[in-house]
């Protein structure tokens, strides 16, 4: 069973503009949740992350939100460039249990 | 760029080979994990280290993986009598304590 779901394998937006990027949640032991990065042939980059006590964090033009009691967390990256082309992972953990589950990931693509 | 090193970058064996990876995290990185990742699927997570000590191995890791940190700095992964479906990028990540964790660029491993 998937414990971390990202149902939108693909995303197209305009530079400029916001890309939102969804993940879903079922395991409530979680309590850290990162965004990576990933280019091709590429190990992924950690963008940013947040913990469970905190409802949203921000660095530069990305922000992450964490919605706990619906299990539900989002990437904004706002303004979007054409760099940010790429495939995004949402990843979780417990504190005190390290290894990282991730999502399948969703591509990106900001066109110019 | 993370610090963190992965030799070989691409590695075509035969079936039934044996092979073995290397990985080099940066010196302030005392946890080093081991994940698989294969087309469309987000990074697995295969085993890892607290110094030199293997704490955690999932269920992927069938008795033909072995991995090891013999000093508590470098970590090798070795699968033994390669089959088709270990065809996969093998990543490397490193950890100073906290949950965000640091890949290197991957091996792509490829079993003809």
């Known amino acids: 069973d998937q414990q971390v779901k990202q149902n939108s394998p693909s995303l197209s937006v305009q530079e400029g503009r916001i890309s939102i990027l969804n993940c879903d949640y079922t395991?409530?032991?979680?309590?850290?949740f990162l965004w990576y990065k990933k280019y091709p042939a590429e190990g992924p980059t950690f963008l940013i992350s947040i913990s469970s006590i905190k409802d949203k964090n921000e660095d530069g033009r990305f922000t992450v939100f964490l919605n706990k009691s619906a299990k539900h967390l989002s990437l904004h990256i706002v303004p979007s460039q054409p760099g940010d082309s790429a495939v995004y992972f949402c990843?979780?953990?417990?504190?005190?249990?390290?290894?990282?589950?991730f999502g399948k990931g969703t591509r990106l693509s900001v066109i110019a | 760029d993370t610090g963190v090193s992965q030799d070989p970058r691409h590695k075509i064996t035969k079936r039934g080979q044996n092979v073995t990876f290397r990985c080099d995290p940066i010196s302030e990185h005392n946890r080093l994990y081991w994940y698989r990742q294969t087309l469309g699927q987000g990074p697995e997570f295969l085993t890892y280290?607290?110094?030199?000590?293997?704490?955690?191995k999932s269920r992927l890791l069938s008795d033909r993986f072995s991995a090891e940190r013999p000093k508590g700095s470098f970590s090798t992964l070795e699968i033994q009598r390669t089959e088709q479906g270990d065809s996969a990028m093998y990543l490397c990540?490193?950890?100073?304590?906290?949950?965000?964790?640091?890949f290197g660029p991957g091996t792509r491993l490829t079993v003809l």
């Open positions: 280290f607290q110094n030199e000590a293997q704490l955690e």
């Open positions: 990540a490193g950890d100073r304590g906290l949950n965000e964790q640091f």
């Open positions: 990843a979780a953990t417990s504190s005190g249990n390290t290894p990282l589950v």
């Open positions: 395991n409530s032991m979680f309590d850290y």
